[in-house]
Nanobody, 121 residues
Framework: QVQLVESGGGLVQAGGSLRLSCAAS????????MRWYRQVPGKQRELVAA???????NYADSVKGRFTVSRDNAKNSVYLQMNSLKPEDTAVYFC???????????????WGRGTQVTVSS
């Protein structure tokens, strides 16, 4: 089985920074795109940032210039550096990955359980 585990969430004041990490483990042959999503209670989950295996990135307009996504393919990990945090960034942040399991010929989608980020004003 494949698991994604996020870490690094917490409480921070507006203007502060946090760095989220997500590590994939299990019988993994390769990982395609990795993404960060966030969700506020009562709202749809929204895409925050994405990064391909080759390092191409894209961001939601609301976080451009403040958040940076990166990955370490050797560690099957993805990171989200969040700077200049705002109260509206408060949400549960989820990691997502397209994973090719060992012995498989296709990719499957996996999600982490999420990590809470709270930004106080």
């Amino acid at each position: 089985q494949v698991q994604l585990v996020e870490s690094g969430g917490g409480l921070v004041q507006a203007g502060g920074s946090l760095r989220l990490s997500c590590a994939a483990s299990g019988s993994i042959s390769s990982i395609g795109v990795m993404r960060w999503y966030r969700q506020v209670p009562g709202k749809q989950r929204e895409l925050v940032a994405a990064i391909t295996s080759g390092g191409s990135t894209n961001y939601a307009d609301s976080v451009k210039g403040r958040f940076t996504v990166s990955r370490d393919n050797a560690k099957n990990s993805v990171y989200l550096q969040m700077n200049s945090l705002k109260p509206e960034d408060t949400a549960v942040y989820f990691c997502y990955a397209d994973v090719n399991k060992s012995g498989s010929y296709s990719f499957a989608s996996y999600w982490g359980r999420g990590t809470q980020v709270t930004v106080s004003s």
